[in-house]
C-alpha cells in the first residue's frame, strides 16, 4: 500500500519556493519603499536651494555701548516659512524662531520697539534686526537655518567674525 503513494514532485516544491520567495520580496521592498518615501519627502524641501537664507556682512555688528547685535539677513528667490536663528557668545547661546511672535523681549526690527512684530524677508529681500545679547555677551557665531515647505534645512550660513559697530560707522 505505501508504494502506492507519491509525494511532491520537485516542479512543484521548487514553483512554491519561488511564489514564496517573491512574496517575500513584495513585503520587503514595501516596507524600505515607505522608508525612503519618507526620508525623500523630508529632503524635497530643500534641495537644490542653496544657500537661500545668507547674512549681509556689511550691516551685521555689535554694539558695545547698548549691548546690542545687529544681523542683516537677505533672502534669495524662495519662500521661507521661517527661520532659526542660532547667536552664541562668550557666556551662552541663544536661539530662537523667526519671525517671532509680537511682544518680543528681545528682538526688534532695526527701526522698530521691542515688544512690535518681528517678521522674514520678503522674496529677493532683506532687513536688519537688532537682539539684546545681556544674556549672551558679545556675539562670537550666528547661524541661520530655513523652514521651507514645513521642513527644516540644514545651516544655510553663518558668520564668525562680528566686528564693533563703532568700526562699521567710521
Do not use: H
Request: some cysteine; aromatic content about 8%; hydrophobic content about 40%.
Amino acid at each position: 500500500m505505501l508504494k502506492n503513494k507519491t509525494g511532491l514532485s520537485g516542479v512543484i516544491a521548487t514553483l512554491i519556493l519561488v511564489l514564496l520567495v517573491l512574496a517575500l520580496i513584495g513585503v520587503v521592498w514595501t516596507v524600505i519603499k515607505g522608508l525612503i518615501s519618507e526620508k525623500i519627502s523630508d529632503v524635497e524641501a530643500c534641495f537644490g536651494n542653496f544657500e537661500p537664507v545668507t547674512f549681509n556682512s556689511q550691516y551685521t555688528c555689535y554694539n558695545s555701548s547698548s549691548n546690542e547685535f545687529q544681523f542683516s539677513i537677505d533672502i534669495k528667490e524662495i519662500e521661507v516659512d521661517r527661520l532659526l536663528i542660532s547667536i552664541s557668545g562668550k557666556n551662552e547661546t541663544k536661539s530662537f524662531e523667526m519671525p517671532q511672535e509680537a511682544g518680543s523681549s528681545f528682538i526688534r526690527n532695526y527701526k522698530g520697539n521691542y515688544g512690535e512684530e518681528v517678521k522674514l524677508p520678503d522674496k529677493n529681500s532683506g532687513l536688519t534686526y537688532v537682539i539684546d545679547v545681556t544674556e549672551t555677551g558679545k556675539p562670537t557665531l550666528i547661524k541661520a537655518a530655513p523652514i521651507l515647505g514645513g521642513k527644516q534645512c540644514g545651516v544655510s550660513d553663518s558668520l564668525s567674525e562680528i566686528d564693533d559697530c563703532i568700526f562699521l560707522i567710521e
